[in-house]
Nanobody, 124 residues
Framework: QVQLVESGGGLVQTGGSLRLSCAASGLTFSNYVMGWFRQAPGKEREFVAGIPWRGGTTYYADSVKGRFTISRDNAKNTVYLQMNSLKPEDTAVYYC?????????????????WGQGTQVTVSS
């Protein structure tokens, strides 16, 4: 049974930082592209960042480029999202997702496995 478990969310002030973690089990982690998505109230789920199974070239949404960094540790079956210079518009539930394959896709429907989400709230 595949499980993705996010942690690290919370309440932070504008300009602050948070580091999200996503621990995976039940899959061969190194065979999967990992992505972070987010969903704010009343909005569609949107792609935030992705990293291929070997690490290497990452991809970010324009809205977070230069502020967020995705990384992964295949030995620990964990993917991270370091979020700096947070803004109120970053407030959302953040989800990690896994997609079998070798390239990053920004479409949520292309990811087969999802975590339960972790709330990030940025106060102004």
């Amino acid at each position: 049974q595949v499980q993705l478990v996010e942690s690290g969310g919370g309440l932070v002030q504008t300009g602050g930082s948070l580091r999200l973690s996503c621990a995976a089990s039940g899959l061969t982690f190194s065979n999967y592209v990992m992505g972070w998505f987010r969903q704010a109230p009343g909005k569609e789920r949107e792609f935030v960042a992705g990293i291929p199974w070997r690490g290497g070239t990452t991809y970010y949404a324009d809205s977070v480029k230069g502020r967020f960094t995705i990384s992964r540790d295949n030995a620990k079956n964990t993917v991270y999202l370091q979020m700096n210079s947070l803004k109120p518009e970053d407030t959302a539930v953040y989800y990690c997702a896994a997609r079998r394959g070798s390239y990053i896709d920004t479409r949520a429907r292309e990811y087969a496995y999802w975590g339960q989400g972790t709330q990030v709230t940025v106060s102004s």
